[in-house]
């Protein structure tokens, strides 16, 4: 029977269902119901007051039909609903779906398909983009959170009715808890299944890594959709019984601000973010003393901002994860972040890896790459409805494939080189070149196209269009984001162009992309 819709717990599952996201949560708070759980726009919930929440949102999600294994889609920017949403849906043994607020109409049409979304739950800000293609969902439920809107449920106003609290739903470690969509290499997003035994592993890794402690107040502005945003400090800071602040988005101003104000002692971020937040204006003067830890991730961090932070006295700690390992594979901690320079350190506790070459035999040498492999309690259950890519994603002994290419020293340290897939990262944005391609091959004057990223300061990587038009025909940037921009995020939008006459193809018509990424190859415009 498919796990992913089957979240009852066995009878030899006593005990077990205490690590599920729900049960933890609920202990959580009745052992320290008055402690402040969140923060967000100066309003601040209790425990008690967030289960609270928790229980009447799962009281109006099961009158709407929602039973174990189905699905429930949050889109909206950061929010303490997000939260309310998530662990109400587990509560019940049904399955959460983040969605990705920065996609087009069209590209959420196709995750909460995929997904086979039953209740749809959206901020106001995206009512009008659902509502785009809100004829194409076959959603049951649509909830709005607020007040209401024309059309719109109101999540508000279902909470405040008085409705019997559902039981909750006993859910084992192997139960999917949520699907998190990343991008794939066939153009389509792929859903992660992330059990709640997957969540445990990660919270404990960083838990045990990090000394995390209930007097922790740990700020989040990166976006929860994402597992960096998610995972990253955030729920682990939930487990120990510490305070979350959150903001709805990121400003480098008011991160400053919110750091100040609550003695923050843990964030995290990509380094794009810590860039702008270095560049801004009263970075120098802000009062950054309270952080005790700043977890980086999503690109390697550039060493010039490693000393400027290290400068300020704010320890930075690198890390490298994925959506499928639940966030966590390895972090270099700051008193290594010179002397393993390039370096993204070590696994944690409940965390392997390994290298593996081209015919999948391990290597143990040091210095020489390899396929990078993970194994542990946080590496996901496969892919949801996807048995080929799940089957594809794991050896035959049951490691992860991650598709980087890297290299350990002699200590162990981990070595990032290159990557098997064409992934370009933005911003710490995964974007898929085929995604993007099959697009762009849509326009009418390009004969063919290929994507790839190249070096940005501010970014990391931009997307790079190489592109050959048709005979006759002439193509600028700003026509291709133009034609682009109603189907792509804009994160995913080309922000060079580069045009050739013909793409470099090897003899079975593959295209070379190695001798795209060389600009004396290609014309940029």
């Known amino acids: 029977m498919d796990k992913s819709v089957n979240p009852r717990v066995a009878p030899t599952d006593r005990g077990a269902h205490a690590i599920g996201l729900a049960e933890w949560l609920c202990r959580r708070a009745g052992r320290m119901p008055q402690q402040p759980a969140i923060t967000c726009d100066g309003v601040t919930w209790t425990y008690a007051e967030l289960q609270d929440r928790i229980e009447r949102m799962s009281a109006v999600l099961v009158a709407g039909g929602v039973t174990a294994g189905a699905r429930v889609g949050y889109l909206g920017f950061n929010d303490p609903m997000f939260v309310v949403v998530m ?5 019940l043994g049904a399955i959460s779906v983040p969605l990705n607020f920065r996609l087009s109409g069209p590209e959420l049409a196709f995750v909460i398909d995929d997904a086979e979304v039953h209740t749809l739950v959206v901020g106001e800000e995206h009512i009008a983009l659902i509502d785009s293609v809100r004829q194409d969902l076959g959603c049951a439920r649509f909830i709005h959170r607020g007040a209401g809107a024309p059309g719109w449920e109101s999540a508000d106003a279902s909470m405040a009715q008085t409705l019997q609290v559902p039981a909750a739903v006993p859910v084992s470690a192997d139960d999917v808890a949520v699907i998190m969509y990343t991008s794939g290499t066939t153009g389509h997003p792929k859903g992660a299944m992330l059990t709640h035994g997957n969540f445990w592993a990660n919270n404990l ?3 045990l890594l990090w000394d995390m402690v209930s007097t922790d107040v740990t700020l989040n502005f990166a976006p929860m959709f994402h597992v960096g945003g998610l995972l990253c400090g955030t729920m682990a800071t939930l487990l120990v019984g510490g305070h979350l602040v959150l903001q709805r988005g990121f400003e480098a101003g008011a991160v400053m601000r919110a ?22 204006a009263d970075f120098s003067k802000a009062d950054l003393s309270s952080l005790r830890l700043v977890a980086v991730g999503g690109a390697p961090m550039p060493e010039p901002l490693l000393r400027l932070y290290a400068a300020r006295g704010v320890p930075v700690h690198q890390g490298y994860g994925m959506t499928e390992t639940a966030s966590m594979i390895t972090f270099l901690n700051p008193d290594r972040a010179t002397d393993k320079l390039g370096s993204s350190g070590t696994p944690p506790l409940l965390t392997e890896i390994a290298l593996i070459d081209g015919t999948g035999q391990p290597i143990t040498e040091p210095g020489v790459a390899g396929e990078i492999c993970v194994r542990g309690a946080n590496v996901m259950t496969g892919y949801w409805r996807r ?4 089957l594809a994603a794991f050896t035959p002994d049951g490691w992860f494939k991650s598709g980087d290419v890297g290299y350990r020293d002699a200590e162990g340290f981990l070595f990032i080189c290159d990557r098997l897939k ?43 269009a190489v592109v050959a038009v048709k005979p006759g025909k002439t193509i600028t940037l700003e026509s291709l984001q133009a034609f682009a921009e109603t189907r792509l995020a804009r994160y995913k939008l080309p922000r060079e162009l580069r045009l050739v006459d013909a793409l470099p193809r090897n003899p079975t018509g593959k295209v070379l992309k190695q001798r795209l990424r060389d600009p004396q190859e290609t014309a940029a415009t």
């Open 87 to 91: 662990w109400a849906t587990a509560r």
């Open 205 to 207: 890794n960083e838990v």
């Open 259 to 280: 750091v100040t104000r609550h003695r923050v002692s843990v964030t995290f971020g990509v380094p794009a973010m810590l860039l702008f937040i270095s560049q801004h």
């Open 387 to 390: 048995p080929e890519a799940t």
């Open 422 to 464: 064409d992934m370009v990262i933005s911003g710490g944005e995964n974007i898929y070149p085929a995604e993007v391609e099959s697009v762009l091959y849509d326009h009418p004057d390009i004969a063919e196209v290929a994507v790839i990223g190249a070096e940005d300061e501010r970014w990391g990587e931009r997307v790079v």
